[in-house]
């Protein structure tokens, strides 16, 4: 069954395996007991920053614990997994970025079928982009590039593991400017950034650098949005510096596992929806540099749907192949 037809059935008695009256009474009272959040990467990385402050406002805001718990590996794939096999009942959830849904699927063989996760609502963008480290010597995009053509494969790029969004910017990267910097994967973007501060890896691409950009001891090469970062009004988009339509969003969002009745991710998205209109989860997610970007369950099935396509397409296009 695709994303479409289990939303159109919304909560019927074929997908859930309850009957009707019992999915109403589920659902009146959910959530009557702690919920899990699972998110598939180590804690201290992008998921972790963004997915935390949810999990706070979502326990205030139903009187329940929403509890994350960090499981990470396989670029993802492990927890992700995990809440693929997980009970419908509302009470696990998966925390994660789009890539483990949208990018890592075309890539390897996934041991479950990313449409048909259920959406309950997107938590936050990255706003960030290439990050060096200091003592590598450019400051500027232009200047690592042309670091990168006079050194092929010098520079060494720190990901949060293999077939992750942030794998994909480096891919895209690589293919627009024409140059070659060698991809480590990591289980974690926490795991990079502690190679990246002592110079054993050279860049990344993340939000968890953000902090030491401000510090001095990375350098802000580009933004990868469509706007410039609003701490860093200075550093170009990826667009104007020549290289349009090279962003790849990373995305966020809280999925439920396939059979998730429809009423209780209606139920959870229409609470997320209330709280991104709030200072506080505003606050909290601009802290981190994460950029709000409410959707209800229907825009982000076709959210969804597009950015699949427009990862498969980069992925053909660029030969891009695991390590």
């Not at 997980?86 to 994660?96: E, H, N, R, V």
Request: proline share 7%; glycine share 8%.
């Amino acid at each position: 069954m695709r994303r479409r037809e289990f939303l159109a059935m919304a909560g019927a008695t074929a997908v859930t395996g309850f009957s009707i009256p019992r999915v109403s009474a589920q659902v009146a009272n959910w959530p009557e007991r702690p919920v899990k959040l699972i998110i598939p990467y180590a804690p201290g990385g992008g998921s972790d920053l963004i997915g935390r402050p949810w999990a706070e406002a979502l326990s205030q805001a139903f009187g329940q614990q929403f509890v994350v718990e960090n499981r990470g590996g396989a670029g993802g794939m492990i927890g992700t997994e995990a809440v693929a096999k997980a009970q419908p009942d509302g009470y696990t959830l998966l925390a994660t970025p789009g890539a483990t849904l949208t990018v890592l699927p075309h890539l390897r063989k996934a041991p479950y079928d990313a449409s048909k996760f259920v959406p309950c609502g997107r938590t936050g963008d990255f706003v960030t982009g290439f990050s060096i480290n200091a003592q590598v010597g450019p400051k500027t995009f232009a200047e690592m590039v042309d670091y990168a053509k006079k050194n092929p494969g010098k520079l060494s790029y720190g990901s949060a593991g293999l077939a992750t969004a942030t794998h994909l910017r480096l891919e895209m990267l690589k293919y627009r400017a024409g140059i070659d910097i060698l991809h480590v994967p990591y289980r974690g973007s926490a795991d990079a950034l502690n190679d990246l501060l002592p110079n054993n890896v050279q860049m990344m691409n993340e939000i968890n650098n953000i902090p030491h950009v401000k510090a001095g001891k990375l350098h802000l090469l580009n933004i990868n949005n469509s706007t410039r970062h609003w701490d860093f009004p200075d550093i170009p988009t990826l667009t104007e510096l020549g290289h349009p339509d090279s962003d790849v969003p990373i995305w966020y969002s809280i999925q439920g596992p396939p059979g998730l009745p429809q009423e209780i991710a209606e139920k959870l998205n229409a609470k997320m929806l209330e709280l991104s209109k709030t200072e506080g989860i505003q606050k909290s997610l601009r802290g981190v540099s994460a950029a709000l970007q409410p959707m209800t369950t229907k825009e982000m099935v076709a959210f969804f749907d597009a950015d699949s396509k427009n990862n498969a397409a980069l992925i053909k296009a660029a030969s891009i192949k695991l390590e």
